[in-house]
């Protein structure tokens, strides 16, 4: 198995104080010691890019690029009903600690460092007694929110209307209509583009780094709004218009993404997994036990959970407003399965770190949608 662009393996790190101040002290060190927030240099080392997937077969975009982390979406390709647009994300390893209020982020692209300290749980697969990691060299996670072909198969499409109202199980029965290795977006995977996005920007504030305060919309809007805008992460001031991260658009707004495989169990114990178990999931089917209980009920984030197995679930809220701690939202209960990401009805809610359980495996709303990938 050959692992990461090259041989030459680098280690990135940020350390920073967990504290109401979102603008205390930070820093980077290893290989991104003198790096600035927002530096290409971690595009580059993260090495995601856009392809086009069509029932597993895979193609590299072949789309003139002026400069480095540019792409103009709307040259990509002439879709077919069988094609998606999918952001392909390379194996990386990733530890997160916490030492009283300071939080340390690493990642690195050296398998050698695979060990108890350094995980590559995004790109794990399947768990078993006899291999319990077996890990993929990529991840695929789609561009756009998932849209209805029709004919009760999601795609990642232009100008269609995010599919909602569906319970999760729906979600994932029409996510692997596509084909084998398709499913609506895991856990890891989902907080490993948040943890990109952390080491990228060291700055938890998601509104003020990538997109404006607020979120006001009618209706859902159709995907593809940003593909006239080429740079890999885009934002805006508007309150109407999405954005994107990595190319991955909407990772928060419009409506939430239903996540696999995690749930809290009768105390509000975090639960994950890794599986193509195809059934409903219940507290049975977790070997991996994340040890971290949720906070109960409602208001804004104060803490996140800084290890490998819960990472960036919320550990504990605060009474103050929005615009301090990580300036998102939770909403958690007791088995309950989670949704991330708010809406465009959530105005200073729907950002990075938004994290909500309080809907079951019945539960369907029309302002949940899905995300999916395949691995």
Not at 19 to 38: P, V
Not at 252 to 263: C, D, P, T
Not at 313 to 323: D, F, K, L, Q, V
Request: contains cysteine; proline residues 3%; hydrophobic residues 40%.
């Amino acid at each position: 198995m050959v692992y990461g662009k090259n041989q030459q393996y680098k280690t990135f790190t940020i350390t920073r104080e967990e504290k109401s101040d979102m603008s205390s002290w930070w820093t980077y060190s290893d290989d991104a010691s003198g790096l600035s927030a927002g530096s290409t240099a971690f595009d580059e080392f993260f090495w995601y890019s856009a392809v086009r997937l069509s029932d597993a077969w895979i193609k590299t975009a072949e789309v003139f690029q002026s400069t480095p982390w540019q792409l103009d979406f709307s040259q990509l390709w002439t879709l077919t009903s069988w094609d998606n647009v999918m952001i392909k994300f390379p194996i990386l390893w990733i530890k997160m600690s916490k030492s009283w209020s300071t939080v340390t982020l690493s990642i690195t692209d050296n398998p050698r460092a695979g060990n108890k300290w350094f995980k590559y749980y995004a790109h794990t697969k399947t768990w078993t007694l006899i291999d319990p990691w077996t890990p993929v060299n990529n991840i695929y996670i789609w561009a756009f929110k998932a849209s209805n072909n029709g004919s009760n198969v999601l795609k990642s499409w232009s100008w269609k209307t995010p599919e909602v109202s569906q319970t999760q199980g729906t979600f994932c029965s029409r996510a692997k209509a596509n084909g084998s290795g398709y499913n609506i977006i895991w856990f890891y995977q989902r907080q490993f583009v948040n943890a990109l996005y952390m080491m990228k920007y060291g700055n938890p504030n998601s509104q003020n780094v990538v997109w404006a305060w607020y979120t006001r919309w009618s209706s859902v809007p159709n995907t593809w709004w940003t593909t006239s805008q080429i740079l890999a992460t885009y934002w805006t001031s508007s309150e109407t218009q999405q954005m994107k991260l990595f190319w991955l658009e909407d990772w928060w707004w419009s409506v939430h993404e239903w996540i696999w495989w995690g749930m809290t169990d009768n105390d509000r114990q975090l639960l994950t997994s890794f599986s193509w178990w195809s059934g409903t999931i219940t507290t049975s089917d977790y070997p991996l036990a994340t040890w971290t209980t949720l906070p109960q009920s409602v208001w804004n984030i104060s803490a996140i959970a800084w290890n490998n197995y819960s990472m960036f679930a919320p550990t504990s809220r605060s009474w103050y407003n929005y615009s301090i701690y990580y300036c998102d939202y939770m909403d958690l209960y007791a088995n309950r399965l989670i949704t991330c990401g708010g809406n465009k009805w959530d105005n200073v809610w729907a950002w990075a770190f938004r994290f909500t359980m309080n809907t079951d495996n019945t539960s369907s709303g029309n302002d949940i949608g899905s995300r999916l990938m395949f691995f």
